[in-house]
Nanobody, 127 residues
């Protein structure tokens, strides 16, 4: 059974940084496209970042480009999201997701393309 465990969320002041992690078990992590999404209250789930199985290509949502960095460690079966220069509008529950290796750009923006999800981790940015 596939399991994704998100961690690293918390409360941070605007301008600060957080690093999220997602540990994956039960599937071939190294052959999965991985993504991060977020959902604020009353809003739809939004694409944040994605990374190919090899780590060679990354893709970002417009609102986080230049501030967030996605990376992966295929030995530790973990994907990371480094978030810098955080803004109050980044406040949301963040979810990692795993999809097929063939999942690419721009289809990885679509939540429905991912088959497995973490439980989510809350990120709150105060002004």
């Amino acid at each position: 059974q596939v399991q994704l465990v998100d961690s690293g969320g918390g409360l941070v002041q605007a301008g600060g940084s957080l690093r999220l992690a997602c540990a994956v078990s039960g599937r071939t992590f190294s052959s999965s496209t991985m993504g991060w999404f977020r959902q604020a209250p009353g809003k739809e789930r939004e694409f944040v970042a994605g990374i190919y199985w090899s780590g060679s290509t990354t893709y970002y949502g417009d609102s986080v480009k230049g501030r967030f960095t996605i990376s992966r460690d295929n030995v530790k079966n973990t994907v990371y999201l480094q978030m810098n220069s955080l803004k109050p509008e980044d406040t949301a529950v963040y979810y990692c997701a795993a999809g097929r290796a063939t999942l690419g750009i721009p289809t990885m923006r679509e939540p429905g393309r991912f088959g497995s999800w973490g439980q989510g981790t809350q990120v709150t940015v105060s002004s």
